[in-house]
């Protein structure tokens, strides 16, 4: 429980501070009355309250979601289990992919300074977890599913436009497929289709309830995070 309130204030922080339009300048104070908030100066805007502490004006993602959050996360680590290796290059990916999906839901994007890094230590991880086994088939399998579903989503954004994935989600997806195919390519496909099956289900949701159109665009990144630890505890 002390590591979780530890570290849900940065990724909170995270979150808050990338959580503005495409080539605009990181958030690093209050929209309100710009009160500087940071790792120096955490609370009360970067606790479960989510308050400015000058003008107490709402900050970032709603009170207690990133809590929650970190504890889910915290939870699927314990029962996805060893090997050790894998494990943390979850809990790496995790780190990184948690405030991204707070920053895709409040605007509709996936930093490349969030998505980029959770691929590169993912893959590294992975790779140096294989470094105990005699084959190295499972790394090269989850070198080839993170490259192969991040061209897939790539060329669906270069095809569909604004009715395909996003780059961000094609960036997401090299760590994405990653891990999954760390386990096996029934374990991605697996993965995918919860992922889908997911977005699928909340997007005929909001249909009925007339929170949204045909044309809306919901952000994936959250379904893709959902999907793979979904399956992941599928599997363990």
Do not use: N, Q
Request: with cysteine.
């Amino acid at each position: 429980m002390l590591a979780i309130l530890a570290v849900s204030p940065l990724l909170r922080w995270t979150a808050l501070r990338y959580a503005v339009p495409s080539g605009t300048a990181s958030r690093t104070g209050c929209d309100v009355c710009g009160a500087p908030i940071g790792p120096t100066r955490p609370w009360p805007a970067l606790g479960p309250t989510a308050r400015c502490g000058r003008c107490r004006a709402r900050i970032g993602p709603a009170p207690g979601t990133v809590e929650v959050a970190t504890l889910a996360a915290a939870v699927a680590l314990v029962l996805v289990g060893p090997p050790f290796g894998a494990l943390l290059a979850l809990a790496w990916w995790l780190a990184w992919t948690v405030p991204a999906v707070f920053v895709d839901l409040a605007v509709h994007r996936l930093p490349d300074r969030l998505t980029l890094p959770a691929a590169a230590g993912t893959w590294l991880l992975l790779g140096v977890a294989a470094l105990g086994d005699a084959e190295p088939g499972p790394w090269l399998r989850a070198v080839t599913a993170g490259a192969g579903l991040a061209l897939l989503f790539a060329v669906s954004t270069l095809v569909l436009g604004r009715r395909g994935f996003g780059l961000g989600d094609a960036k997401l997806a090299l760590s994405v497929g990653a891990l999954l195919g760390w386990y096996g390519w029934s374990v991605l496909l697996l993965g995918l289709f919860v992922a889908f099956g997911l977005s699928a289900l909340v997007s005929l949701g909001l249909l009925a309830a007339r929170r949204a159109r045909w044309t809306t665009h919901l952000p994936f990144g959250p379904f893709l995070l959902l999907g793979t630890v979904g399956a992941l505890l599928l599997i363990s």
